[in-house]
């Protein structure tokens, strides 16, 4: 029997431009016991169908499945991941001999809200970022099998973290399907290990991969400075790009093992890279090393809206810093992917860093996530990554 969600008069605005969010105060009323993480019908305040979805507490009430009424069966689920990977396959990240690391599934994005799959060759990981999409797990894990066939070695469930914790569902990480040990993947020609048990995100940021690409074109004869470097991807790039040296920083010991051995693993012997297990402030405001190129990569400063004021100060403090340290004629790339950071508040943020340091500053790039990391054009707030490259005199 079907649970409907019926909607107060006029809220069904948003949902006609196809936006994949009711929010809880656009309900009226509700039949059928709910339970988090089931699916519903939502009907107008006139009773008329206009979308199903996951139900969850909190300010996102439902997440949008779909603006047809369909079952979200395995047929569903079959139908959207074929149509994710078919669109990989056409914008060129997916079935290629020097590439097999990329994004399948991208939320909102792919009409999937609350899902997150990323292909390290045979290996896929899964994260759910609802209750929903936690609940049918292996549902969607069995639609996947069908739809990669025997390209699918093994699906971990990586979702421990991104759950809502009120929830309280007890998640622990695992294999919903095989299993492997294999740990290296391919990108754009380069090899990395993928720590997808224990590090973060599904193991690796798939998203700058473009902008990897970028900086390796400026590398040539560089100084290069890697901050929050992680697993150490601008590192590897620019050592092939031609750097004269590379610096990764990272407070992390276990990230700075990892990017030791992608280094190792690309550059055997390579002497022109050295790391250094430190806080990212104390190491810029201590360096004795002059860089004529540094990465900013920061973790999201604000993960919520409460948090943007002290995020935006963050961003302007730590782009200060590299615009006091870098050599003339330096490139700095910066990024925030904050998702409750626009586009204009971190421009405004980096600009204020680069008049507070008077320094001479030109944008040569404005860079965002890549094409797997699509951004549903009804759903604006899909869009987190934004960066900037810019060449300071």
Known sequence: MKKLLYLKKGKEESLKRYHPWIFSGALHHTEGELQEGDIVTVLTSQGEFIAVGHWQIGSIAVRVLSFQDEPIDSHFWEERLRVALDVRHRIGVAGRTDNNTFRLVHGEGDNLPGLIIDLYGSIAVMQAHSVGMHLSRQKIANALINVMGDQLKAIYYKSETTLPFKAS?????????????????????????????????????????????????????????????????????????????????????????????????????????????????????????????????????????????NALRGYTKLNAKAFEKILPGGILFTFSCSQAVNKDQFRTAVFTAAAVSHRRVRILHQLHQPADHPINIYHPEGEYLKGLVLYVE
């Not at 919903?176 to 990108?187: F, H, P, Q, T």
């Not at 970028?214 to 590192?235: A, I, P, W």
């Not at 610096?247 to 990017?259: C, F, M, N």
Request: aromatic share 12%.
């Open 169 to 309: 569902l007890g998640q622990e990480n695992g294999f919903l399907y095989g299993e492997s040990k294999e740990d290296v993947a391919l990108e754009n020609g380069l090899k990395f290990h993928i720590d997808w048990l224990k590090g973060q995100k599904t193991g690796f940021f798939v998203d700058q991969r473009d902008n990897r690409s970028l900086l390796e074109k400026y590398s040539r004869d560089r100084s290069v400075l890697n901050m929050f470097c992680y697993t150490g991807g601008f590192s590897v790039y620019s050592m092939r790009g031609g750097a004269r040296l590379v610096h990764s920083v990272d407070s992390s010991a276990k990230a700075i093992e990892l990017v030791n051995a992608n280094v190792e693993m690309n550059f055997p012997g390579d002497t022109r890279h050295e790391a250094f297990v430190d806080d990212a402030f104390r190491y810029l405001e201590q360096m004795q090393q002059s860089y004529d190129l540094i990465i900013l990569d920061p973790p999201a400063f604000a993960k919520h809206k409460d948090a943007l004021k």
